[in-house]
Structure formats: structure tokens, C-alpha cells
């Protein structure tokens, strides 16, 4: 026998490669562990926090239901939109009208239970978001932005007008203390202790804005896997391919556009139980201004058009960053100066999140959730035998 015929005989055959399914098995129970451990975590935070910090999380979680619902028109569905900020301040108007006593002579108000309240400032800014669907379904890129636009300024109009419902410039309203089922997210009502240490309203509002943000969460994630994002990604890529394919491009965008609003429309209603107020802006530029719409985008940016866990790290920058440097600017003097010219938490993370969008948008288009793909490629790789 020859040496050719005895080395085919003694080589082994080489080993086949597992299932694409097999090996991503254990990656999806690792992340499904990770995601179990950070919301332990997210629990525990109450326990041992004070209030201030408990807080700056609260605002950081209504940026991060903002931001899902921004990330999923403009990075899912394509469709650029400057008009985030409308719909929260729809999303707050609906839910203290709603949820406002009846009888008031100032303002409006329906009575209603605030957590069917919570829910019905969802629908009103789904179905706002809705009625401009025939404008985003006929427009695209920049026009539609610009088009968006007009609906912030649309919202300054309306809360400065429209007194009856919003309270006005001067004074604003406060919203009814939110509870569910009866119980009172608030001081009021029974004592509750966890480890010794007593749940009150800050507290109490933390674990419910942490529902709020894991449904939100969780929703946008099927949605995505499901056969809506795959309709939505589709128009995205190609509108006239995926009308070949039997996907209807307006009912995509409407779709798309009105989902987004109702995230909207959540965060805003959380926004006002945060600030235990509706205020209307007096410019163009406050709570519900173009400076929102424009964080709200950069969120989404940084944290990588179309990933949904992408838009919680971007909020986790954008809305968090200003918590914190607030906090801890007052225990060491920091960014105390006032008036023109000096340097304030906001302004500090304006600058900073201003050099992150330049920076993702030079070196890295697909954001953080981008990096975060190419370091996990990167450790399931084997290591090259020598």
C-alpha cells in the first residue's frame, strides 16, 4: 500500500461543525441569564439608594421608553421623526386630563381611574400619531423630519392655548397621584417594609416605572422578531420590493409612526408623574421642546438605529448623564456657576453627547449596539491553533 493510500486511511475525517442553532443555544441562555441578572439588580437598587438617586433612575427609565418607540420608526421603519416631543406632551395632557377631578372651574377633567388613565394617554397618542400617518406615508427622509417638526411647534401652540387642559404657561396643573388597584404609589395608604427598609413614594414610583420600561421593553422585542418588524424593515430597505412581496408600505408606516407615539405618549404621562406636574413650555424650547426631540434622536443614534436594547444604553447616557453630574455637582461643587456662559450639568452632557453623535457617526454608523455585536463575535470566535 502506498504512503498516499496509508495517510488517507490513518487521517480522521474532520469533525463537522455544530448547528448554526446549537451553537447559538448557549449564547441565548447567556443572555437570557445576563438580562435575569440586571433586572435582580434593578429590583434590589431601592434598598439601597436614597431618594435623589432613585430619582435620576426614574427620569433615565421614561428616556429609555421614549427612546424604544423613537428606534423603532427611525431605525426599524426608516422614517425619520423630529416629533417625539409632541407626543409626549399629548401622552401628559391625556393622562391629567383624564385622571383630573371633575367640577374644577380652571380646568378640565374626567375622573377617571389613573391607571386606566395611563392607559388611555397611550391611545390618544397612538391614535395622534395615526392621524399623521397619510403625511409620513407620502414623505421620506429629511421632508418627513421637517414635516415632524411642525408637530412640536404644533404642541407649543396647543399648551399655551389651550388652558382649559393644560393649566397654561403661568401655573400648569398638577396630575392625580397614580395608583392601581387601589394602592397608592405615594406615601399615603399602608406601610410597606422590604429588608427593614420602608417603601414610600420614591420608591414605590421606581417599581412602577420599572414595569412600565420592562413591558415596554419586552413588547418592542417581540415586535421586532415578529412578522410587523420584518413588514417594517422591509419598507425600510426597499419600498418597492416589499410591495412585491405583498407588504402594504402605508399601512407599515402608519403602523410604525403610531406605535412610536404611543411610547411617546407612555413617556409623557411619566414625565408629568415624575414631575408631579404639567407644565406647558413658554418657548420652543423646555420640556416638550425641540430640544427633547432632538435628545430623544441622539438616544437612539448612540445607542444604534433600530436596536432596542441600543436605545436604553443611549438613554442611559443622554437622560442619565445629567442626573448624575447634578448630584454629584452638588456634593463637590461642581458646575455651581450661574448665568450666561457657565457650565451646568446640562450643558456639560449636552457637550458630551454632542461628541458621542460625531464620534458614532464617523467611526462607528451602527452605535453602541453595534460594538456590543462585534465584541460577542469577537469571544465566540475559537482561538487559531498554531
Do not use: C
Amino acid at each position: 500500500m502506498s504512503d498516499q493510500a496509508v495517510s488517507e486511511v490513518d487521517t480522521p475525517p474532520p469533525a463537522a461543525e455544530p448547528p448554526r442553532e446549537a451553537r447559538r443555544g448557549p449564547a441565548r441562555l447567556v443572555r437570557k441569564a445576563a438580562w435575569l441578572a440586571l433586572l435582580v439588580v434593578l429590583l434590589a437598587l431601592p434598598l439601597y439608594l436614597d431618594a435623589a438617586w432613585l430619582k435620576a433612575g426614574q427620569y433615565m427609565m421614561i428616556g429609555a421608553v421614549g427612546a424604544i418607540g423613537l428606534t423603532l420608526v427611525v431605525g426599524q421603519a426608516g422614517q425619520l421623526s423630529l416629533a417625539h416631543a409632541f407626543f409626549l406632551l399629548a401622552g401628559g395632557t391625556a393622562y391629567t386630563v383624564l385622571s383630573g377631578p371633575t367640577g374644577d372651574e380652571r380646568v378640565a377633567g374626567f375622573g377617571l381611574d389613573p391607571g386606566l388613565s395611563l392607559l388611555g394617554a397611550v391611545v390618544v397618542a397612538a391614535l395622534l400619531g395615526l392621524a399623521f400617518a397619510p403625511v409620513a406615508g407620502r414623505l421620506r427622509g429629511i421632508y418627513l423630519g421637517v414635516a415632524s417638526l411642525a408637530l412640536v411647534f404644533l404642541g407649543l401652540y396647543f399648551g399655551q392655548s389651550a388652558e382649559e387642559l393644560t393649566g397654561g404657561t403661568s401655573t400648569g396643573r398638577t396630575p392625580a397621584s397614580f395608583s392601581l388597584f387601589g394602592f397608592p404609589f405615594t406615601n399615603d395608604g399602608p406601610e410597606i417594609s422590604l429588608l427593614g427598609v420602608p417603601i414610600r413614594q420614591a420608591e414605590r414610583m421606581w417599581y412602577l416605572f420599572l414595569l412600565l420600561t420592562v413591558l415596554a421593553f419586552v413588547i418592542a422585542r417581540g415586535a421586532v422578531r415578529g412578522r410587523v418588524g420584518r413588514s417594517w424593515r422591509a419598507v425600510r430597505d426597499n419600498e418597492a420590493a416589499a410591495a412585491v412581496m405583498g407588504v402594504s408600505v402605508l399601512r407599515a408606516k402608519a403602523g410604525a409612526f403610531a406605535v412610536s407615539s404611543a411610547y411617546g405618549g407612555l413617556a409623557g404621562a411619566m414625565t408629568v408623574l415624575w414631575f408631579d406636574i404639567l407644565k406647558p413650555d413658554e418657548s420652543e424650547f423646555g420640556t416638550y421642546g425641540i430640544n427633547v426631540s432632538i435628545a430623544y434622536l441622539a438616544m437612539v443614534i448612540i445607542g444604534g438605529l433600530g436596536s432596542v436594547p441600543g436605545a436604553l444604553v443611549g438613554a442611559l447616557i443622554v437622560n442619565g448623564l445629567p442626573q448624575v453630574l447634578a448630584l454629584y455637582s452638588a456634593d463637590l461643587g461642581w458646575f455651581s456657576g450661574t448665568g450666561d456662559g457657565a457650565l451646568t450639568p446640562i450643558l456639560v452632557s449636552s457637550f458630551v453627547y454632542g461628541a458621542a453623535i460625531v464620534l458614532v457617526v464617523l467611526f462607528e454608523p451602527g452605535g453602541l449596539a453595534a460594538i456590543g455585536r462585534r465584541l460577542t463575535r469577537l469571544r465566540r470566535q475559537p482561538p487559531e491553533e498554531s
